[in-house]
């Protein structure tokens, strides 16, 4: 049972307004803090009604589940869950009460079995995703549940995100130009697969085109693997001049090589003067070859695996129609889990506590015997493999690649990703790094239209463009996150304890002791 009793510590012996409020409020008896948060919730429900329904039934859901939450396990809390459950299916809400069994059993599960059940879970429910996308309730202010293609572009930034919190979550290297190796991977997939170099006619296992089509033609699995590890090497060039940088030296020279990768894609239509067309210019390089596994491989398996995403789809299962862009969902979420393993391994690796000593106090890891110069090259080309990969990826699923594709708001927006998810937590990053791309790919345009639809002052509705305004919305974002909870939404333990110990919001020493010696 939670104490009845609030915190002892007083209010007047806590610097700061917001730490003074929060211990006068934890101070208060419990019972009187449950009673005020509860009036809250109702009375903020009751506004939101006249609103819009929909976002005060989801107060009030939010509110019984996490009281329910509170109470003893047997048998309020089943009890209070079994509750919520039947309200939803009486009210014929049948994805939204599946949503709860799922996420109530989940915690029925024994601690001990529970790290690994809730991922296996997540999993099965992402590949699932395209059979019951359609069929999932409306998210009050932010409309339906993203489909299948925004999707892919939320897993491929998800495991961009993963790449920088190699860089910066575990090394704590500020990365401002991560963007350059998304922008490396993606012009290598189309290098090798496309017209560009139309002088050369060479194939190596490419799907869906004319064997005699001019041009370099790789496969794209391979060329998945090629722009990983070029990549890693333009990660290796980019890090070396920066070994002896830190903090916002390293950021300035990082900037620096993503704005050179920017001009150098957008201008290398005549390579350096030499009329060699490196990139195509602004006009970028397009239409890509498509991914498969060709005829023979897909004859094999009796059709399992398909000779050619694009034009593979008769199957259907389930009441769904398989279609091209779930086969590219599908494979996104084979190369995510393929990143977050390879991210998983590191982080617990040799090498991997020698990026976390690095970040922690770099003279003394240095003091300790770890080599600075090959543990930072490390990082950067581990991030960096991760980057091409995903880059190549989307390029391939978009079948074209643009310079401005590849500015500078696009590292920053992945940085946005890590900080908000929290920095060195695989988790927390794929959380934060989807729900930011969800955002910028369609949250924000449903929220215009549901403000569009909603607010109005008398006769007067607005006309509000939310998505011109994204980065300042990302900034508001961070700047709530930096404030209230700067180790992120999902933090990892460590980084978690790194910024709370220490001297929190005390005074520096001279200026506490001040005037008090002679």
Not at 441 to 450: I, R, Y
Request: aromatic share 14%.
């Amino acid at each position: 049972m939670t104490s009845d009793v609030g915190s002892t510590e007083s209010p007047a012996d806590v610097i700061g307004v917001r730490n003074r409020l929060r211990a006068r409020w934890q101070a208060m008896p419990y019972r009187q803090r449950a009673g005020v948060a509860i009036g809250s919730e109702i009375v903020l429900a009751v506004l939101l009604y006249f609103v819009d329904h929909a976002l005060a039934y989801a107060v009030l859901t939010i509110s019984a589940i996490y009281w329910t939450n509170r109470m003893p396990a047997l048998p309020w809390k089943l009890a209070g869950q079994a509750l919520i459950v039947l309200v939803f299916l009486v009210a014929t809400q049948w994805s939204l009460a599946a949503t709860f069994v799922i996420g109530f059993g989940l915690f029925w599960i024994p601690k001990r079995y529970r790290t690994w059940a809730i991922p296996v879970v997540a999993i099965v429910l992402a590949v699932l995703y395209p059979f019951y996308e359609e069929k999932m309730f409306t998210i009050p202010v932010f409309g339906v549940w993203p489909d299948v293609s925004t999707g892919v572009y939320m897993i491929v930034f998800v495991m961009m995100a993963v790449g920088l919190n190699i860089v910066v979550g575990y090394a704590g290297l500020l990365d401002l130009g991560y963007v350059a190796f998304y922008a490396t991977g993606a012009y290598t997939a189309a290098w090798f697969a496309s017209l560009q170099f139309a002088n050369v006619t060479w194939h190596f296992g490419a799907v869906g085109i004319d064997p005699k089509l001019p041009g370099i033609h790789v496969t794209i699995w391979l060329l998945l693997l090629l722009a990983g590890v070029i990549t890693a090497l333009f990660g290796i060039i980019i890090g070396l001049p920066t070994l002896r940088l830190r903090g916002d030296y390293l950021a300035i020279v990082t900037l620096g090589f993503g704005e050179i990768i920017y001009d150098v894609a957008r201008n290398s239509d005549n390579f350096v003067g030499t009329g060699f067309n490196l990139t195509n210019g602004p006009n970028g390089i397009t239409p890509l070859d498509s991914i498969g596994f060709g005829n023979q491989l897909s004859h094999w398996t009796g059709g399992l695996l398909p000779a050619n995403y694009l034009s593979c789809c008769n199957a259907k299962y389930l009441g769904h129609q398989i279609q091209s862009t779930d086969l590219f969902f599908w494979t996104a979420i084979v190369l995510l889990l393929f990143t977050v393993f390879c991210s998983l391994r590191l982080q617990y690796s040799r090498l991997g506590r020698a990026w976390i000593a690095i970040r922690e106090d770099e003279t003394a890891a240095a003091a300790m015997g770890i080599p600075l110069m090959r543990t930072k090259t490390w990082a950067y080309a581990s991030g960096a493999f991760f980057g091409g990969v995903a880059g190549a990826y989307y390029a391939v699923f978009k079948s074209a690649t643009f310079p401005g594709d590849f500015y500078f708001n696009i590292s920053v927006f992945i940085l946005c990703m890590v900080i908000l998810g929290g920095m060195g937590n695989i988790w927390g990053v794929i959380v934060g790094g989807a729900f930011l791309a969800y955002l910028n790919e369609e949250g924000l345009a449903n929220t215009g239209a549901w403000i569009n639809s909603n607010i109005h002052l008398g006769n007067h509705h607005p006309n509000i463009q939310v998505p011109l305004y994204a980065s300042g919305i990302y900034g508001v974002i961070i700047l709530v996150v930096m404030l209230f909870r700067p180790e992120g939404l999902i933090p990892s333990r460590r980084r978690a304890a790194e910024l709370h110990e220490g001297v929190h919001d005390e005074p520096l020493y001279d200026i506490a002791h001040s005037g008090t010696d002679a």
